[in-house]
């Protein structure tokens, strides 16, 4: 016998699972990739260092490394033309140093590698690759920031939605942290597997939403306030290429002797307007903070050292900007924290095909129809209701926006 108390119980638990199903179900196909893109943005770099045999390196020819003024100075003798944008150390030994150039007459960008030990140029390559690609489709669907930020950031919504719902529609949820997947039918099996996925998966959801409900704020005027670098008087010409690499060098050694462990990720080039390199790097002394909050500015006629960026001197508001983009991709702790952020990746996303699964399994057996792959992507497609239109359209729009926005 149900009880008075009994029915409202379970109407309200049924109206919650009706939300679970919609948060999932309707956006499934737009949610699946936008955590693909954001899994593989993660390894971008090694994808990009697999396709341009430019960028590899024999550790074991790496015994001395080159200085970064003789980095310099090889990739101003290989284009005299060319601007120097940025000098990006390599992410693994086994890869060259990045120089960002433009040539004149180019509209965009382009890579020129340079051997970190030999100080050798190694080859070209083209400002669009797996990292670009990967990043932008991920953070805005190729689209202006603003409003492609606030499109992705639905996900970080229907995430949040998802989550609180799958605590009222799983009962006892935090016992299945250890209960293998174990039903008897094809759809009890998925089901298991998807609530062991959210389960194991709630503490990077979490991470997942705060990040990306960060990044809406930023664009919509939440931005943290910039630090303020030291006042410098314009010139009318910067120094020449020779001069420029010793003053490089000579900053880099007054960096050196105030932090011995200082480990130098990059160096902005300077230009007329603001003479001096910044030097981006990471002391130990802050953690979940990007190398452009922990850095030098090295004076471009004479390498004087002008001042630095100390990230334990940051405010909150600054700290929660800087360490939104390690956390949300997991590079503050290097492989090993980007191996877990891909295979939880993985994970949110198998989660999403999952929970379509789970329905077509459901319309099917309910009509007593012959499952069927065929019948199953139908059910499925026709499941997710016109909002499929709109996120195929989304996930199809980086694709057609590409060739000419990179």
Same mark, same amino acid.
């Given at each position: 016998?149900?009880? /008075?108390?009994?029915?409202?119980?379970?109407?309200?638990?049924?109206?919650?699972?009706?939300?679970?199903?919609?948060? !999932?179900?309707?956006?499934?196909?737009?949610?699946?990739?936008?955590?693909?893109?954001?899994?593989?943005?993660?390894?971008? =770099?090694?994808?990009?260092?697999?396709?341009?045999?430019?960028?590899?390196?024999?550790?074991?020819?790496?015994?001395?490394?080159?200085?970064?003024?003789?980095?310099?100075?090889?990739?101003?003798? =290989?284009?005299?033309?060319?601007?120097?944008? *940025?000098?990006?150390?390599?992410?693994?030994? *086994?890869?060259?140093?990045?120089?960002?150039?433009?040539?004149?007459?180019?509209?965009?960008?382009?890579?020129? #590698?340079?051997?970190?030990?030999?100080?050798?140029?190694?080859?070209? /390559?083209?400002?669009? !690759?797996?990292?670009?690609?990967?990043?932008?489709?991920?953070?805005? %669907?190729?689209?202006?920031?603003? $409003? /492609?930020?606030?499109?992705?950031?639905?996900?970080?919504?229907?995430?949040?939605?998802?989550?609180?719902?799958?605590?009222?529609?799983?009962?006892?949820?935090?016992?299945?942290?250890?209960?293998?997947?174990?039903?008897?039918?094809?759809?009890?099996?998925?089901?298991?597997?998807?609530?062991?996925? !959210?389960? $194991?998966?709630?503490?990077?959801?979490?991470?997942?939403?705060?990040?990306?409900?960060? #990044?809406?704020?930023?664009?919509?005027?939440?931005? *943290?306030?910039?630090?303020?670098?030291?006042?410098?008087?314009?010139?009318?010409?910067?120094?020449?290429?020779?001069?420029?690499?010793?003053?490089?060098?000579?900053? @880099?050694?007054?960096?050196?002797?105030?932090?011995?462990? =200082?480990?130098?990720?990059?160096?902005?080039?300077?230009?007329?307007? #603001?003479?001096?390199? @910044?030097?981006?790097?990471?002391?130990?002394?802050?953690?979940?903070?990007?190398?452009?909050?922990?850095?030098? $500015?090295?004076? *471009?006629?004479?390498?004087?050292?002008?001042?630095?960026?100390?990230?334990?001197?940051?405010?909150?508001?600054?700290?929660?900007?800087?360490?939104?983009?390690?956390?949300?991709?997991?590079?503050?702790?290097?492989?090993?924290?980007?191996?877990? $952020?891909?295979?939880?990746?993985?994970?949110?996303?198998?989660?999403?095909?999952?929970?379509?699964?789970? =329905?077509? %399994?459901?319309?099917?057996?309910?009509?007593?129809?012959?499952? !069927?792959?065929?019948?199953?992507?139908?059910?499925?497609?026709?499941?997710?209701?016109?909002?499929?239109?709109?996120?195929?359209?989304?996930?199809?729009?980086?694709?057609?926006?590409?060739?000419?926005?990179?």
């Amino acid at each position: 016998m149900v009880t /008075g108390g009994a029915r409202p119980r379970k109407r309200r638990t049924r109206l919650w699972w009706r939300v679970h199903q919609w948060a !999932g179900l309707q956006v499934s196909f737009f949610l699946a990739f936008v955590f693909l893109t954001g899994t593989l943005a993660v390894f971008s =770099y090694e994808m990009d260092w697999l396709a341009r045999p430019a960028m590899w390196v024999s550790p074991a020819s790496v015994s001395q490394p080159a200085s970064w003024g003789e980095v310099a100075a090889a990739v101003m003798a =290989y284009d005299p033309e060319a601007d120097i944008i *940025a000098l990006n150390a390599p992410l693994n030994g *086994a890869a060259a140093i990045d120089a960002l150039v433009r040539s004149p007459g180019d509209s965009n960008p382009h890579h020129v #590698y340079v051997h970190p030990g030999t100080a050798q140029v190694t080859g070209e /390559g083209a400002w669009p !690759g797996f990292q670009r690609f990967l990043r932008n489709t991920h953070r805005h %669907l190729m689209l202006p920031v603003k $409003w /492609g930020v606030s499109i992705v950031a639905i996900a970080a919504v229907l995430l949040l939605v998802s989550l609180v719902t799958s605590f009222v529609v799983y009962k006892n949820w935090w016992r299945g942290f250890l209960r293998w997947p174990r039903g008897r039918t094809l759809r009890a099996v998925i089901g298991d597997v998807h609530r062991l996925a !959210g389960i $194991w998966s709630i503490w990077f959801i979490l991470v997942l939403i705060c990040t990306g409900l960060w #990044y809406l704020i930023e664009v919509w005027g939440g931005s *943290a306030p910039v630090p303020q670098r030291p006042k410098l008087e314009p010139v009318s010409e910067l120094p020449l290429a020779p001069d420029l690499a010793a003053a490089l060098d000579r900053g @880099m050694v007054e960096v050196r002797s105030e932090l011995p462990d =200082y480990r130098v990720v990059g160096v902005i080039w300077p230009r007329e307007k #603001y003479p001096a390199f @910044m030097v981006h790097g990471q002391s130990g002394r802050a953690i979940l903070v990007r190398p452009r909050v922990d850095a030098f $500015w090295v004076d *471009a006629r004479d390498g004087h050292l002008l001042g630095r960026i100390d990230p334990r001197t940051l405010s909150a508001h600054q700290r929660i900007a800087e360490g939104a983009d390690p956390l949300h991709f997991g590079t503050f702790g290097g492989y090993w924290t980007k191996t877990i $952020w891909f295979v939880f990746g993985l994970a949110l996303t198998g989660l999403s095909l999952t929970g379509v699964a789970i =329905y077509t %399994l459901r319309i099917t057996k309910s009509e007593r129809a012959e499952p !069927g792959w065929r019948r199953g992507l139908r059910d499925g497609w026709r499941g997710m209701g016109k909002a499929r239109w709109i996120a195929l359209g989304l996930c199809l729009l980086p694709l057609v926006l590409a060739p000419f926005v990179l």
